[in-house]
């Protein structure tokens, strides 16, 4: 019913930046939240920024101050700005929305993620 897309990722060096996006498409009444995860080798995916339809944000306190999430709702799509980027920050990225869906039985919530873009932060 709905498919996420995600855009960006690539390899750079400490320091430096990346960008990634995600749209959103599909039968789509309305995406209420929508954010970013990663997960390392090794590791759980963890939560990296989120953004409520009204554009309130939280990081987790890894990022802060380096990555700032937005989104777009016209064009159903979030964004993840990645500055200052260290090793620690490689991982596959994830993008995740919550999304109420037209359905022949009205409207539904459905959580839903992208495929995953890996991120490598390396010298």
């Known amino acids: 019913q709905v498919q996420l897309v995600e855009y960006g990722g690539g390899v750079v060096q400490p320091g430096g930046s990346l960008s990634l996006s995600c749209a959103a498409s599909?039968?789509?009444?309305?995406?209420?939240?929508m954010g970013w995860y990663r997960q390392a080798p090794g590791k759980q995916r963890e939560l990296v920024a989120a953004?409520?339809?009204?554009?309130?944000?939280n990081y987790a306190d890894s990022v802060k101050d380096r990555f700032t999430i937005s989104r777009d709702n016209a064009k159903n799509t979030v964004y993840l700005q990645m500055n200052s980027l260290k090793p620690e920050d490689t991982a596959v990225y994830y993008c995740?929305?919550?999304?109420?869906?037209?359905?022949?039985?009205?409207?539904?919530?459905?959580?839903?993620w992208g495929q995953g873009t890996q991120v490598t932060v390396s010298s």
């Open positions: 953004i409520t339809r009204g554009q309130s944000t």
């Open positions: 995740n929305a919550e999304i109420v869906v037209f359905t022949t039985g009205g409207l539904a919530n459905v959580g839903s």
């Open positions: 599909g039968s789509i009444f309305r995406i209420n939240a």
